[in-house]
Every structure is written in C-alpha cells, then in structure tokens.
C-alpha cells in the first residue's frame, strides 16, 4: 500500500506570494493533518480534515488554511508568505480522526518551503 | 501547559549497546502516545504507540514503557544499529475543550550510534 505522498518536495518563493502544498493521504485514510517543523518551534500542529470538514486547528494565523476534496487528497494554502513560514510542512494521514481510538497517524515525507 | 518534553537532545551510544530515550508529558488527559523516528530529509515514521490503559507494549527490538504516575514515556531499543540513528520523537494526542486537537510532539533526542 502506498504512503503519504506530498507534492511538491521543495519550493522556494518570495514575501508576500502565495503557496498551495498537496497531500494524498493513504488508501482508505479519510483523517489528514498537517504540522509545521522549524528548528526552533519543532513541529506543530495546523489543521486537521476529516470528511471534508476542518475538525480542529493549531494556534496559526488566518493565512494558513486548508480544505479537504471528496477523495480525502488535501490541500493546504498560505498566503502573504513570511520569512518565518519557512520551514517543513508534513502531512498526515489516519483512518479516523484524532482522538477516535483508531487515529494512528502516518507522515509524508514533507514539503520543504523556503521563502525568500 | 500541555507539553511534551524530552531530557536529553542527545544521546550517543555505541552500536550493540541498549538505548533509552526519555519523555515527560504533563497533560494527564492524554490517552494515546506515539514514538516516531525521523531520519533527515524524511518525514516522522511510526515505530509504536501505546494507550493509556497499559503500561508497556513491545514491538520489534523497541519496547515503549509508560508510567502514568510521574507522566512519564519511555522508548527502548535494543541492540542497536546504525540504521537507528535518527531524531526520536514522542507524542501525545491533545486534547482542548472542543475534543482532540491533533499530536503535541516533544522536541526530539538525535540518537547517534558510534561504531
């Protein structure tokens, strides 16, 4: 079974564009999270999707955002970009949302976005 | 707050030996904790979880230990091996007023495994 997949791999832009990184999630995993690693903040949580609802989010500001499609493939958008959003951006897939008791999540291999 | 922590950002030992690698939680909420190993340039990946309702679970030459007393977990590895050396992560399942608010992860301990 194929992992979490995550495209692109890497991106560079400039302040004050914008960036829409993609997330296919496991077969048959409809729950898709996704967290934020830097250096010194370590990885944090942004937004969670499940059946095409945002169920919860992370402390971020209103430019992140996100949306799930009806095949459970994610997106998640940042707008205005600031040097400090440099950093990985993974993705997570589980077959339940968190705290369902069948939420194991498992993590793509990350977009490294580096905004200049 | 609800954190999870780590001791030690790092750990050296040498290849054969047993590693242990430490995390304190301090949210008693907490039901679900998870190891992930990340190698760099990768992704975190799973290595075991344990609930709440246990105190230890063992997987493949990896044994997780929890001790909800003193909000305390634990990973051991044994024998280990150059393919080991990675940076460990613990993690628990947060939890806020409107239900579970994802994963809180530690920081991390890079175990280094000398020859």
């Known amino acids: 079974k194929a992992g979490v997949t995550q495209t692109p791999r890497y991106l560079i832009k400039t302040r004050g564009q914008q960036v829409t990184l993609s997330c296919s999630p496991i077969s048959g995993h409809r729950s898709v999270s996704w967290y934020q690693q830097t250096p010194g903040q370590g990885l944090q949580f942004l937004f969670e999707?499940?059946?095409?609802?945002?169920?919860n989010k992370g402390n971020f500001p209103g430019r992140f955002s996100g949306r799930q499609f009806s095949n459970s493939r994610s997106e998640m958008n940042v707008s205005t970009l600031e040097l400090g959003d440099s950093a990985l951006y993974l993705c997570?897939?589980?077959?339940?949302?968190?705290?369902?008791?069948?939420?194991?999540?498992?993590f793509g291999p990350g977009t490294r976005l580096t905004v200049l | 707050g609800e954190s999870v922590g780590l001791h030690l950002p790092t750990l050296s030992v040498q290849e054969g030996d047993n590693s242990i690698i430490n995390c304190a939680y301090s949210n008693s909420a907490s039901d679900y904790f998870i190891w992930y190993k990340q190698e760099s340039g990768k992704g975190p990946q799973f290595i075991i979880d344990i609930r709440s309702n246990m105190d230890k679970r063992q997987g493949q030459r990896v044994t997780v230990l929890l001790n909800k007393t003193v909000k305390h977990l634990s990973l051991q590895i044994a024998a280990t091996q150059p393919g080991d050396s990675a940076v460990y992560f613990c993690?628990?399942?947060?939890?806020?007023?409107?239900?579970?608010?994802?994963?809180?992860f530690g920081k991390g301990t890079h175990l280094i495994i000398q020859p």
């Open positions: 999707y499940f059946s095409e609802t945002q169920r």
């Open positions: 993690a628990e399942n947060s939890y806020s007023g409107g239900g579970a608010d994802g994963l809180t």
């Open positions: 997570a897939s589980s077959l339940f949302p968190s705290g369902s008791g069948t939420d194991t999540q498992y």
